[in-house]
Nanobody
Framework: QVQLVESGGGLVQAGGSLRLSCAAS????????ITWFRQAPGKEREFVGG????????YYADSFKGRIAISRDNAKNTVYLQMNTLKPEDTAVYYC???????????????WGQGTQVTVSS
């Protein structure tokens, strides 16, 4: 079992930055990929990027490359999503998920956090 708790969301002006955190716990989370998705009102859940806990390899969706960075802190059991140059269209609930594959398909993830709201004002 893996538990995930997101934090760090909030209201930010366009052009600003935010760092989201995903605190992980559980017996075997170190064997998983931790991935970020987001979901805007009326839209499907969208893959943002992810990281393999073991080794730290990252993978980003093309639409986010250059604006985001995903990292992990082993000592804190936490994965971070750094987002820069935020736009109003980045407004969404951001979720972290754990799965045995680093895939863009949300259905393949076993565990999800509760989500954190990010609102970008123009």
């Amino acid at each position: 079992q893996v538990q995930l708790v997101e934090s760090g969301g909030g209201l930010v002006q366009a052009g600003g930055s935010l760092r989201l955190s995903c605190a992980a716990s559980g017996r075997t989370f170190s064997m998983y990929a931790i991935t970020w998705f987001r979901q805007a009102p009326g839209k499907e859940r969208e893959f943002v990027g992810g990281i393999w806990w073991s080794g730290g390899t990252t993978y980003y969706a093309d639409s986010f490359k250059g604006r985001i960075a995903i990292s992990r802190d082993n000592a804190k059991n936490t994965v971070y999503l750094q987002m820069n140059t935020l736009k109003p269209e980045d407004t969404a609930v951001y979720y972290c998920a754990a799965g045995q594959s680093l895939t863009t398909a949300a259905v393949l993830y076993d565990y999800w956090g509760q989500g954190t709201q990010v609102t970008v004002s123009s």
